[in-house]
């Protein structure tokens, strides 16, 4: 059994490893990033790494579940405006994927689900799920406050709001910036605003 | 300058790869897919490949290239009935991502796309741009008729059909149904609809 020495050891080997596997991945392109890199970087051996993980892809996972954990459970603000409050967080959302740091992570890890079933359950329940949540939650709010029809299927609504990001993401085939995310916000909540009342 | 024979050698060897190819993608998962199997499978020599393509990716984004322009420019039907219409192409749409063939198809052109800018950019523009712009020009014909409302973005209304599909299928999180398509299409026509005139 390892002394308390070597779990320190441990956990400051498992730390520098996780920063440098994001660092390099701002730094590269997501193929050229390599475990020998991450291992250099950090200052361990390539088999520390592979002791602990299967890929490169399980380490940049970890990293980000770690970030996600850092900033506790997800939530959106309720200002009891809901537009207001959907348009910061689609506004935040657009900003990660323009953001060349965070959409080369999201690349990554994009490319390693299309190629591994476990890693992109992985990634949809400890990292998509919570965020996806926390949006429906937020609708969920707006539906008891009468400003979304009851008869919507929220899941539908979220994917509504997120999935054209996504989507221009993927194909680039426009700018992702404050104006299409508030656009995306007006078309939802279009599509979802109960029949005006008779006056 | 290679005779008759040659070319006609030429084009044998380049549709025995194509096919290849695709149905080599169908039976095995992209990252397994190698070069050398595509090329034992056509019967032709590895560098026949490499004389030709820069590696697998550009080989199978001629063949649906191929494929495509088999088919001739794609086209909405235009019944009248725009709901009819749009749940007819999602359903379509829905059921290529549900279908384990194409999807191990779409699923590999993402990853190399995902890797390469520049065939990113050959996919979108030979390949979804057709197809995005289809869906418009349906939704255009909606909008000269007073279905659709005249100051929505009408690639914004396109992304909102499809944008949800892409992401569903990328992150697996639901079902790839006719109802799901149904509930996409509803709930665009409800965001674009222009509001009712008073009676």
Redesign the interface.
């Known amino acids: 059994m390892p002394g308390p020495n070597a779990a320190r050891r441990n956990e400051r080997s498992r730390r520098a490893i996780l920063t440098a596997a994001l660092e390099l991945l701002a730094e590269t ?3 050229d990033l390599t475990v020998e890199a991450i291992a250099a970087r950090a200052g361990v051996g390539k088999q520390t790494i592979y002791r602990w993980w299967r890929g490169k892809g399980g380490v940049i996972l970890e990293a980000l579940v770690d970030a996600t954990d850092a900033d506790g459970e997800p939530r959106l603000p309720d200002t009891g405006d809901l537009g207001a409050d959907l348009r910061t967080v689609l506004r935040a959302i657009v900003a990660e994927f323009a953001d060349p740091r965070l959409s080369a992570t999201t ?1 990554a890890l ?2 390693e ?3 591994d079933d476990t890693l ?2 992985q ?2 329940d400890q990292i ?2 919570p965020q ?1 949540d926390a949006v429906k939650v937020r609708l969920r709010a707006g539906q008891d406050a009468g400003q979304v029809r009851t008869d ?2 929220l ?3 979220v ?2 709001l ?7 993401w ?5 700018p992702l910036t404050d104006d ?1 995310a508030d ?2 916000v007006a ?2 909540l ?3 605003s109960p029949p005006e009342r008779p006056g």
Chains 1, 2 share one sequence.
Not at 162 to 168: A, F, K, L, M, S
Not at 170 to 174: E, K, S
């Open positions: 392109s997501y193929p690349r994009t490319i689900t299309l190629a992109a359950a990634v949809r998509l799920r996806l919507v299927d899941d539908q609504v994917e509504l997120v999935g054209p990001v996504y989507h221009r993927l194909l680039r085939t426009g299409y656009g995306l078309l939802a279009a599509a979802t």
